[in-house]
């Protein structure tokens, strides 16, 4: 072993023993002055796909189009930044996608090419929430009884799906367990919005309750790239051991790769093992999926290139969203079923 490498992992056990893991990279507000993109966009195509029926689509079918796969991490603040989406922003790209006839899904349903709660004629979407942040689903406690904040993701999402038919709870959560600032289990102390430790596991329960998936995205963010394997299992092993509390017997299937950073020995994003060396249990994982950071609409699990090892997400920063959408539309290119 290295000089170099033994201290990566040094600072890895540092940070682990201390539940505090990598700071999210920081605020960075290239996008900011684009503020929320919730206004009409002359030009765009979506018009043409805009229905009074929402239950039925009037595309024509395309099952090797391609699925735009969102990407959100904190739901919240006053302007949209690279890790932040306020909360109108985000409303607005629900609007957006409900109105152009996508339809929400989960990671699980499209590998297994499971459409059917996607109406004839319209296209599934996939929502995936990164790092398990309070901004993403919070409770607020009065009188002894917990509510969903409104304002957080999760109760957006609520909100939204109150007022627009057909509008399921299929989304996907991928989640850190032991990470900074309240990044465990959408957080795990008092000062982290108020939320309490013993709240995680009711949480990620809940999730699983209403029919969203849970995502393994490691322990504490860790960028796998710069790990030596024992760490990368670890990283991802007590994660998915964290899911299994929440939730015994819980089948991870899908893996969101921090920063989009894939380990050295590619394959251990997928499959691998780690040994608690105080209880001598061995933790196996094996995901079906792995979710890049980026790279634009996903291909289908129709298409004979889908490679769901690799599967390509679009980044809620900016505008981009409804670009890419606005580009699906005009080349013809989204899938529609
Ligand atoms: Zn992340």
């Known amino acids: 072993m290295t000089f170099r490498v033994a201290l990566i992992m040094l600072a890895a056990l540092a940070a682990c023993s201390k539940g505090n893991g990598q700071a999210k990279a920081g605020n960075n507000n290239r996008e900011s002055n684009l503020g929320a993109n919730g206004e009409k966009r002359a030009g765009s195509a979506s018009g043409d796909v805009a229905t009074a029926d929402t239950m039925k689509g009037k595309l024509p079918k395309n099952q090797t189009g391609k699925i735009p796969i969102l990407e959100y991490h904190v739901i919240g603040g006053d302007k949209n930044s690279l890790y932040t989406r306020t909360a109108a922003s985000f409303r607005a790209d629900l609007e957006d996608v409900y109105k152009r006839g996508y339809r929400p899904i989960t990671v699980a349903q499209m590998l297994d090419k499971d459409f059917s709660e996607v109406p004839d004629g319209m296209s599934p979407v996939v929502f995936v929430f990164d790092d398990a942040s309070p901004e993403q689903f919070r409770y607020i406690e009065q009188n002894g009884q917990l509510t969903i904040d409104p304002t957080s993701g999760v109760g957006i999402w609520l909100d939204f799906a109150k007022t627009h038919p057909g509008w399921r709870n299929r989304a996907t959560f991928c989640m850190l367990n032991g990470g900074a600032m309240g990044h465990n289990f959408f957080g795990d102390k008092e000062k982290f919005q108020g939320q309490n430790n013993a709240w995680r596991f009711q949480k990620v329960k809940w999730l699983a309750d209403q029919g969203f998936e849970l995502c393994s995205h490691t322990l504490w963010h860790a960028k796998l790239s710069q790990y030596p394997d024992a760490v990368v299992q670890e990283q991802i092993a007590r994660n ?98």
């Open 240 to 337: 998915v051991m964290g899911i299994d509390s929440a939730v015994t017997g819980y089948k991870v299937r899908t893996f969101a790769l921090p920063y989009g950073l894939w380990p050295k020995n590619r394959p251990l994003a997928w499959q691998g093992s780690w040994t608690n060396p105080k209880t001598g249990k061995t933790q196996a994982y094996k995901f079906d999926a792995v979710l890049e950071v980026a790279g634009g609409p996903a291909k289908s699990p129709y298409d004979p290139s889908f490679n769901p090892k690799s599967i390509n997400r679009i980044e809620a920063i900016g505008n981009d969203i409804s670009r890419q959408l606005d580009m699906l539309d005009r080349t013809k290119t989204r899938f529609v079923k």
